[in-house]
């Protein structure tokens, strides 16, 4: 399963790093790529960043680029989000995702509880 960490209260411009571990069944999940979602109170679910399996490509949502990185340790089945000069428009439950099949929301095999980033103004 997905586990999520690191979710709090911020104030504008501050940083969070939200952690991620990955397992299902005692098997680890790193043929898949993983990534993050976010949902704020009131809107659909969106894509926030996305890491290939081995780790070589990323790819964020236009609005987090030069703000958020992504990365994994395959060794210790975790993938992390450090986020850095948060908006409050950054404000929303952020889930943890894992697909081996093509990169959207329909198709994700494994979805992590939300963890909560509220950024205050």
């Known amino acids: 399963q997905l586990q999520a960490f690191g979710g709090g209260l911020v104030q504008a411009g501050g940083s969070l790093r939200l952690s991620c571990a990955y397992s299902?069944?005692?098997?680890?999940?790193?043929?898949?790529?993983m990534g993050w979602f976010r949902q704020a109170p009131e809107k659909a679910r969106e894509f926030v960043a996305r890491?290939?399996?081995?780790?070589?490509?990323?790819y964020y949502e236009d609005s987090v680029k030069g703000r958020f990185n992504i990365s994994r340790d395959n060794a210790k089945n975790t993938v992390d989000l450090q986020m850095n000069s948060l908006k409050p428009e950054d404000t929303a439950v952020h889930y943890c995702?894992?697909?081996?099949?093509?990169?959207?929301?329909?198709?994700?095999?494994?979805w992590g509880r939300g963890t909560l980033v509220t950024v205050s103004s």
């Open positions: 995702a894992a697909s081996r099949a093509v990169w959207h929301i329909a198709t994700i095999d494994y």
């Open positions: 299902t069944s005692g098997r680890s999940l790193y043929k898949y790529d």
């Open positions: 890491i290939t399996w081995n780790g070589e490509t990323t």
